[in-house]
């Protein structure tokens, strides 16, 4: 059992910084990979980021590299996904999600309730 809580969202102009963050509870924290996905109005949730269970290595989806970057620490069972350069395409709420086992997943076996983020322009 693993349960997950996303905050941080919020409306912000486009250029601005947003940090997200995800706590999670009921397992290891040090053993789950952890990974951020977004869902915009009538478009199908998508892959942002990911990083491994040790915090050690991280993977990006081409549209956000070189603007977010997610880090994982064990210590306070927390991942973070700040935001930066945010542009009104990332408009979208923005999920966090865990998997046991295995650093990069297939699938993610826990979702969080999500937290919107809006751009505006």
């Known amino acids: 059992q693993v349960q997950l809580v996303e905050s941080g969202g919020g409306l912000v102009q486009a250029g601005g910084s947003l940090r997200l963050s995800c706590a999670a509870s009921?397992?290891?924290?040090?053993?789950?990979?952890m990974g951020w996905f977004r869902q915009a109005p009538g478009k199908e949730r998508e892959f942002v980021t990911a990083i491994s269970r040790s915090g050690g290595s991280s993977y990006y989806a081409d549209s956000v590299k070189g603007r977010f970057t997610i880090s994982k620490d064990n210590t306070k069972n927390t991942v973070y996904l700040q935001m930066n350069s945010l542009k009104p395409e990332d408009t979208a709420v923005y999920y966090c999600?865990?998997?046991?086992?295995?650093?990069?997943?297939?699938?993610?076996?826990?979702w969080g309730q999500g937290t919107q983020v809006t751009v505006s322009s």
């Open positions: 999600a865990a998997s046991w086992g295995t650093d990069y997943p297939r699938a993610y076996d826990y």
């Open positions: 009921g397992r290891t924290f040090s053993s789950l990979a």
